[in-house]
């Protein structure tokens, strides 16, 4: 079992970035995928950016390829979610996720955080 721990959201204007922080405990940290994912008010949770256990393969979504870039930290147990030209669309709250196998459906995942809110003035 592994627990997770998202910091860094605030409010920002459009244009600027965000660095979000997911931290991990427990279980081997390099064992699992870690996946990103936000939620709007009224919308369904949708899939941002996810990774492999190695780090090896990265996966965004459309709409944040090139903004956003999703990296790990084995030696602090921490995924991060480097987000750049934020866009007042990029509002939503943000879940970091975990599973043993990388997915793009946030059905998939095993073990999640509280979530960061992110809100983007336009």
């Known amino acids: 079992q592994v627990q997770l721990v998202e910091s860094g959201g605030r409010l920002v204007q459009a244009g600027g970035s965000l660095r979000l922080s997911c931290a991990a405990s427990?279980?081997?940290?390099?064992?699992?995928?870690m996946g990103w994912f936000r939620q709007a008010p009224g919308k369904e949770r949708e899939f941002v950016a996810a990774?492999?256990?190695?780090?090896?393969?990265?996966f965004y979504a459309d709409s944040v390829k090139g903004r956003f870039t999703l990296s790990r930290d084995y030696a602090k147990n921490t995924a991060y979610l480097q987000m750049n030209s934020l866009k007042p669309e990029d509002t939503a709250v943000y879940y970091c996720?975990?599973?043993?196998?990388?997915?793009?459906?946030?059905?998939?995942?095993?073990?999640w955080g509280q979530g960061t809110q992110v809100t983007v003035s336009s």
């Open positions: 996720a975990a599973r043993n196998r990388v997915a793009f459906s946030s059905t998939s995942y095993d073990y």
């Open positions: 427990g279980r081997t940290f390099s064992s699992y995928a």
């Open positions: 990774t492999s256990s190695s780090g090896a393969s990265t």
